[in-house]
């Protein structure tokens, strides 16, 4: 398989440094849309890395905000620096790749197995729970609040879900092997600007994920030394 020809040998080479023995676990990881050798990789822990393909035997950087096992992480499609994570300790919160805090918290009140960017939408996100009941967000509408809840199983623990990358459908699974496509509704699925062309799409949405960002530093001011502007839903 040829991914596994290439990871292998890296996943060999990165246990050979002295500096990674005793650290906590890596539970998963995810690769930057823009760049194919920049990854985050989720831990037991809570904290979250910032790794390279470049180098085999330390951290980019490392960010701390979860206090319980990370699930899930993803890179938004749209915005190179944006990436999001998904804990046990009932959070999601977005980074800024370049930022060491949070930019936003969202509370979920359950343990959060798993979350997923829309591919067709820098704002739009999806969060499910260990209760089988998935959140989905749109950040240009509403900031604090979920747009859509629901639960999709009765019986088992919701265990991944995912966007396809075309059709609005919306995909989850759970622990007794189950698989449910749900079909988004279509104020979840606008598009900013109708063009035929990927670039003028890809474009518009990172204005549209911008100017969100702009009216958060916009609204909080300058941030002090350490602190991060964090919108927590209810």
Wanted: glycine share 6%; net charge neutral.
């Amino acid at each position: 398989v040829p991914w596994q020809s290439q990871l292998w040998p890296w996943l060999s080479l990165s246990y050979q440094g002295p500096s990674i023995a005793g650290l906590a676990g890596g539970t998963c990881f995810d690769f930057n849309k823009f760049s194919d050798h920049t990854f985050v990789v989720g831990t037991e822990e809570g904290t979250v890395h910032k790794c390279s393909k470049a180098y085999n035997s330390q951290y980019l950087e490392t960010y701390e905000g979860h206090y319980m096992s990370v699930y899930s992480v993803k890179w938004n499609h749209f915005h190179p620096r944006l990436f999001l994570s998904a804990s046990a300790d009932w959070t999601v919160k977005m980074w800024d790749h370049a930022e060491k805090h949070p930019l936003m918290s969202f509370e979920i009140n359950a343990v959060v197995a798993d979350v997923a960017w829309a591919p067709y939408s820098s704002t739009v996100f999806a969060a499910g729970t260990t209760e089988s009941k998935v959140h989905i967000y749109d950040l240009h509408l509403n900031k604090h609040e979920p747009m859509c809840e629901q639960k999709v199983f009765g019986k088992g623990k919701l265990t991944h879900l995912c966007f396809n990358p075309k059709d609005p459908v919306l995909l989850v699974g759970n622990d007794r092997g189950e698989i449910l496509a749900l079909k988004l509704s279509p104020n979840l699925r606008k598009a900013p600007v109708r063009s035929d062309d990927p670039k003028v799409r890809a474009q518009a949405e990172l204005d549209k994920i911008e100017a969100l960002l702009a009216t958060m530093e916009k609204k909080e001011g300058p941030a002090a030394p350490g602190a991060s502007a964090a919108a927590t839903s209810s």
